[in-house]
């Protein structure tokens, strides 16, 4: 199956750069650019693409405000593609808060090439780009400056078994999934198992959001890491 992508990005050279990339890829089809947040939109409705890459800061509209529209279409509106934000900032407020809108994660621009094209195909088949090293600096670094735990996700935890809460801690704590079978002394197959568990009974669409919420519940604290 082909992956249909559109760039939002407010750099032409980016823009092209990117879409020569992709396009050279056989299961990759570029369908559309946009140089600002509010075109992305626009175009993003036109084409139905399978994953936007999304610029976090530009004109006219910012990327985060773009996502949430995208991810959070008004009625009538069914589509709703994966969003990949592009970054040249490690971490920082606007992605944190794309993650908790729904985007599917980040990668910086300066990624290696095979990196983006790898990050597009995971993103369109459903997972979530959060690689483990920038799990734990999204914990350690960013959401120590955030409010204290809310106490609604701290009760849904109560749904998990216990096994499926260590697992929830530890892909929080910035652990892959080999990493987290070996933790545990679990098959990886049974890793996947648990966290496909976990994302059902907390209604929640990837590793991303698994992460934030694991915050949100207090169980795990700035400055935890593996």
């Known amino acids: 199956m082909t992956?249909?992508?559109i760039i939002v990005d407010d750099q032409a050279?980016?823009?092209?750069?990117?879409?020569?990339?992709?396009?050279?890829?056989?299961?990759?089809d570029v369908v559309g650019e946009a140089p600002d947040g509010r075109e992305g939109v626009r175009v993003s409705r036109t084409t139905h693409p399978d994953v936007v890459l999304m610029d976090v800061r530009m004109p006219e509209m910012d990327g985060l405000t773009a996502a949430r529209e995208l991810l959070d279409p008004p009625r009538g509106v069914v589509h709703?593609?994966?969003?990949?934000?592009?970054t040249t900032f490690d971490i920082d407020d606007y992605v944190y808060e794309a993650l908790r809108a729904g985007a599917s994660?980040?990668?910086?621009?300066?990624a290696p090439p095979a990196d983006l094209i790898a990050a597009v195909r995971v993103v369109a088949s459903g997972e979530a780009l959060l690689a483990p090293s920038v799990t734990r600096r999204l914990i350690a670094d960013f959401v120590r400056?955030?409010?204290?735990?809310?106490?609604?996700?701290?009760?849904?935890?109560?749904?998990?078994?216990?096994?499926?809460?260590?697992?929830?801690?530890?892909?929080?704590?910035?652990?892959?999934?080999?990493?987290?079978?070996?933790h545990l002394v679990l098959a990886e197959q049974t890793v996947k198992t648990h966290i496909?568990?976990?994302?059902a009974k907390l209604d929640l669409r990837d590793r991303a959001q698994a992460v934030i919420f694991a915050y949100e519940a207090g169980l795990v604290r700035p400055g935890d890491g593996a």
């Not at 709703?80 to 592009?86: D, G, T």
């Not at 400056?145 to 096994?163: N, V």
């Not at 496909?196 to 994302?199: F, H, P, T």
């Open 3 to 5: 992956i249909r992508v």
């Open 13 to 28: 050279m980016v823009r092209a750069g990117f879409a020569a990339l992709l396009s050279a890829q056989a299961d990759i």
């Open 80 to 86: 709703r593609p994966k969003v990949l934000m592009l």
């Open 105 to 110: 994660g980040f990668l910086l621009k300066d």
């Open 145 to 182: 400056q955030r409010p204290a735990p809310r106490r609604d996700p701290a009760l849904r935890l109560k749904g998990l078994t216990p096994r499926e809460t260590e697992v929830l801690e530890l892909i929080a704590r910035g652990l892959s999934n080999q990493e987290i079978a070996g």
């Open 196 to 199: 496909g568990k976990v994302l």
